[in-house]
Every structure is written in C-alpha cells, then in structure tokens.
C-alpha cells in the first residue's frame, strides 16, 4: 500500500484516506484504537485488536475449555494450597 501524506487539521483531526479506510473495513464512527510504538503512530481497528487479544488468550487454554471453567478451576486448586 502506498504512503500517504497529509496535514493535522486545526483541531487535531487526521483524514484517513479513503484507500486505507476501505483496506481496514471502517467506515463513519468506528471505533480504532492509536497507539504511539517507536514514535510511530499505530491505528488499528478494534475488532483487530480483540481478535489479537482473543488469539493470545487461546494459546494459554485448553482446546474446547471456556477461559472462565479454566481460571475457576486454577483459582480452586490454588485455595486448597492455602
């Protein structure tokens, strides 16, 4: 994708050009998430973000195992330590 070159408006609003919009999926008042990494400015869509949360998540549960059956079954097992 090639890069863009733009201004900050007078209220700090950034255009996000049409190009990129249509390549991430968003449209009027989507919510993105900004993250400032390296002094670079990040933008990525919230569904992105869950999505990378959600697959981050799985790695560290059983395969067909709600997170919650798995967290209340580690939480027991430490309270009978106690």
Do not use: W
């Amino acid at each position: 994708m090639p890069s863009f070159r733009t201004r900050i408006g007078p209220s700090g609003r950034l255009v996000i050009p049409a190009l990129y919009r249509k390549e991430l999926g968003l449209k009027a008042g989507d919510e993105v998430v900004l993250k400032v990494e390296d002094h670079e400015l990040k933008i990525s869509t919230l569904k992105h973000c869950v999505e990378r949360v959600q697959a981050l998540v799985r790695r560290y549960n059983r395969k067909g195992e709600k997170l919650s059956d798995s967290l209340i079954r580690e939480r027991r097992r430490l309270a009978a330590k106690e």
